[in-house]
């Protein structure tokens, strides 16, 4: 019995990947403290800042950007939505998490998440990113954490 | 949309709650035709019960011309499960397994990049329904490797065959799976996991 043939594709060519947000494994310290800002329209295309100062990091609000509320009561005048977020994010919680408790799409939790953190209201804790040259240690990390499942 | 109160929201149970120490958070995606385990494999690994998020897209978004004006452009929306493993206090890996209609994968911002890597199912009765999806990931970088689910009814080809078939290279694993199984779903993982490691220390030592 012989199986259906597939053909081989090629990379596409593309531009270069820009520089990843250093790893927060490497630098515990330096994940905190992480404010918005004025991001552009585009929800698909917003950034945080992952770091105080002048040489700051910028990452986008992924899936698995770490959420977590800065304050415990959420201020009068935000949207039932903000609120809502703000209460699951007592704990840290992934963008993907509070999309499916919100019941709402991807891209809204990020146009939400974008006024929460230039309010100062949440931290975002940043992905770590497949990187051209992945972080070994980060590989080796996942797969002992695997081993114990 | 039609929200209410932030007092309807069920939030994680009791168990489901991230420790402060969580650092960072990691992704695989789980990919493959229709019905071929992927929901299966994110279940039997996750820590939490698989959730669902959503997007929604536009007509512009999926290969039609651009159009102008909101009223015109017709929304689909794309769910996607996902699962979690807290793999340290500090470091959570969350697995998406991508919905049936392929697609859409590719378009849904910020889904594979950034991935540690792919998982593809495959069905050997329906060996072509992943032809296009190892297509896509290798047009686009994506590292993965191919777990063949076993159904009762399935051919077993050898894995010569197989790789012939799909014509992969050489280091790319082919290995067998049982989605429905933990041990085996983690296994796949750590395959995955090897092969990535294995092209990291290939790209240093170059
Ligand atoms: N024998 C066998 N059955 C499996 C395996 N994995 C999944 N199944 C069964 O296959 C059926 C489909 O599995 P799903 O996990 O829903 O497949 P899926 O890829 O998520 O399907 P779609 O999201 O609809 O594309 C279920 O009835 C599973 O119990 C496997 O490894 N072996
Ligand atoms: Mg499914």
Redesign the pocket.
């Known amino acids: 019995m012989t199986p259906p043939q597939r053909r081989r594709r090629r990379p596409r060519e593309r531009p270069p990947e820009p520089p990843a947000p250093p790893s927060p494994l490497a630098h515990p310290e330096g994940s905190e403290g992480e404010e918005g800002r004025d991001g552009p329209r585009n929800p698909e295309r917003l950034y945080v800042l992952t770091g105080g100062g002048e040489d700051t990091d910028r990452a986008e609000v992924d899936l698995v950007t770490l959420v977590v509320a800065r304050a415990a009561v959420p201020p009068p005048g935000i949207q039932p939505e903000q609120t809502a977020l703000l209460r699951l994010c007592g704990t840290p919680l992934s963008v993907a998490e509070i999309s499916a408790y919100l019941h709402l799409p991807f891209s809204v939790v990020t146009v939400l998440l974008t006024e929460l953190l230039a309010a100062g209201l949440v931290r975002a804790r940043a992905p770590i990113a497949r990187q051209a040259l992945p972080d070994r240690s980060l590989l080796e990390a996942v797969m002992h954490g695997l081993q114990k499942l | 949309m039609d929200f209410k109160s932030s007092d309807t929201v069920t939030g994680p149970r009791a168990g489901d709650h991230l420790p402060h120490t969580a650092q960072a958070a990691v992704k695989i995606v789980i990919v ?12 039997s690994v996750s820590e939490i019960r698989p959730l669902t998020t959503e997007e929604t897209m536009t007509q512009a978004g999926i290969g039609v011309d651009d159009d102008y004006g909101a009223e015109t452009k017709t929304a689909t929306t794309v769910a996607m ?1 996902f699962g979690r493993i807290s793999l340290t206090d500090q470091l959570v890996l969350y697995l998406f ?4 209609q392929e697609r859409f994968w590719f378009l849904w911002n910020g889904l594979f990049e950034g991935a540690l890597g792919a998982v593809v ?1 495959v069905d050997t009765r329906r060996l072509e329904a992943g032809f296009d999806v190892i297509g896509r990931l290798e047009e686009r970088g994506v590292p993965f490797v191919v777990a063949t ?4 009814d399935a051919p077993r080809y050898p894995v010569e065959d197989l790789r012939a078939a799909l014509d992969l290279p050489e280091e790319i694993p082919i290995v067998r ?5 933990r041990a ?1 779903s983690r296994d796949t993982l750590m395959t995955l996991m090897r092969f990535l490691h294995s092209l990291a220390m290939t790209s240093t030592r170059s």
Do not use: I, Y
């Not at chain 2, 493959?32 to 279940?43: A, D, H, I, P, R």
């Not at chain 2, 799976?177 to 199984?181: E, G, P």
């Open positions: 493959g035709g229709f019905g071929v385990g992927k929901t299966t494999m994110v279940g499960d397994g991508t919905p049936g199912l689910n076993e159904f009762p799976c049982d989605a429905r199984r085996s």
